[in-house]
T-cell receptor, first 115, second 114 residues
């Protein structure tokens, strides 16, 4: 079984400041990890994914995340927040390997950007 | 279209009524998923299709929930005798057959049960 914990249901940053959204996972086998963003009244858009290649993953809109096995973490960062980054962010985990398909999501972190 | 399309976007029903939610996946995508997202929560898995075969329905909350994908493309999620606790956003996602490929989500159907 796998699970995801996102620390902080709500994070506020100033425009231009560092964005750090935390995600810790639990998985009995090597996981695949994902970050999705959800804007109001919209579905989820994939930001980036880790599938056992490079541990530092770069995604869209300037976001990146680092897989740290020793810390079972996959935190999302962006060096400089933009107003358009205000949204809800979800971390998700999936078992690696053939036949694995089900995503398990965290509860989400709502990011507010202060002008 | 280029993305996953869901209809209707909003559905209001009275308790006890039956509802049907439609998902049109990305063309050529073999895998199709339904998730339920309650207010303030992350999506939770309901069911999974590979082509027309429903391979996993372990997340369906009760036997009032039924999903089908008869021709391996469009899928319908049906909820019978709706209850207030069924109020949520229902998200559909599709992906290529390779399990390494990401799931692409539609904008969801917001279901409100009065």
């Amino acid at each position: 079984a796998q699970s995801v914990t996102q620390l902080g249901s709500h994070v506020s940053v100033s425009e231009g400041a560092l964005v750090l959204l935390r995600c810790n996972y639990s998985s009995s086998v090597p996981p695949y990890l994902f970050w999705y963003v959800q804007y109001p009244n919209q579905g989820l858009q994939l930001l980036l994914k880790y599938t056992s290649a490079a541990t530092l993953v770069k995604g869209i809109n300037g976001f990146e995340a680092e897989f740290k096995k020793s810390e079972t973490s996959f935190h999302l960062t962006k060096p400089s927040a933009h107003m358009s980054d205000a949204a809800e962010y979800f971390c998700a985990v999936k078992r690696s390997g053939a036949g694995s398909y089900q995503l398990t999501f965290g509860k989400g972190t709502k990011l507010s950007v202060i002008p | 279209g280029a993305g996953v399309s869901q209809s209707p976007r909003y559905k209001v029903a009275k308790r006890g009524q039956d509802v049907a939610l439609r998902c049109d996946p990305i063309s050529g995508h073999v895998s199709l998923f339904w998730y339920q997202q309650a207010l303030g929560q992350g999506p939770e898995f309901l069911t999974y299709f590979q082509n027309e075969a429903q391979l996993d329905k372990s997340g369906l909350p009760s036997d009032r929930f039924f999903a089908e994908r008869p021709e391996g493309s469009v899928s319908t999620l049906k909820i019978q005798r709706t209850q207030q606790e069924d109020s949520a956003v229902y998200l559909c996602a599709s992906s290529e057959q390779d399990s390494n490929q990401p799931q692409h989500f539609g904008d969801g159907t917001r279901l409100s049960i009065l």
